[in-house]
Nanobody, 126 residues
Framework: QVQLVESGGGLVQAGMSLRLSCVASGGTFRRLQMGWFRQAPGKEREFVAAISRSGMTPHYEYGDSVKGRFTISRDNPKNTVYLQMNSLKPEDTAVYYC?????????????????WGQGTQVTVSS
């Protein structure tokens, strides 16, 4: 089982940026497909971004609402995945969750992910 700890959330104004971090332990990080999801109050969990495991052609996927504004990346020596969020909007307000998949195929489906972090709150004011 992989333990995931997110950080970097906070309160920002619209148009500003934040970078979320997720540190993994308990697994071979480079073999994990990593994803970010978010959930706003009263809404279903939404796919944000994902990055392929290492050792294959790099693959990135993004949710339609964040394409062109968010970037996912990974640093294997640090066992960390990042989510750079630019041009934030009030509708980006949510709890952001990091997730890890050892054997997943689809990047944007939450059922593909085995382990989840506790989440970090991102609030964007207008």
């Amino acid at each position: 089982q992989v333990q995931l700890v997110e950080s970097g959330g906070g309160l920002v104004q619209a148009g500003m940026s934040l970078r979320l971090s997720c540190v993994a332990s308990g697994g071979t990080f480079r073999r994990l497909q990593m994803g970010w999801f978010r959930q706003a109050p009263g809404k279903e969990r939404e796919f944000v971004a994902a990055i392929s495991r290492s050792g294959m052609t790099p693959h990135y996927e993004y949710g339609d609402s964040v394409k062109g504004r968010f970037t996912i990346s990974r640093d294997n020596p640090k066992n960390t995945v990042y989510l750079q969020m630019n041009s934030l909007k009030p509708e980006d307000t949510a709890v952001y969750y990091c997730a890890a998949s050892a054997h997943g195929y689809y990047y944007d489906q939450d059922y593909e992910y085995d382990d989840w972090g506790q989440g970090t709150q991102v609030t964007v004011s207008s």
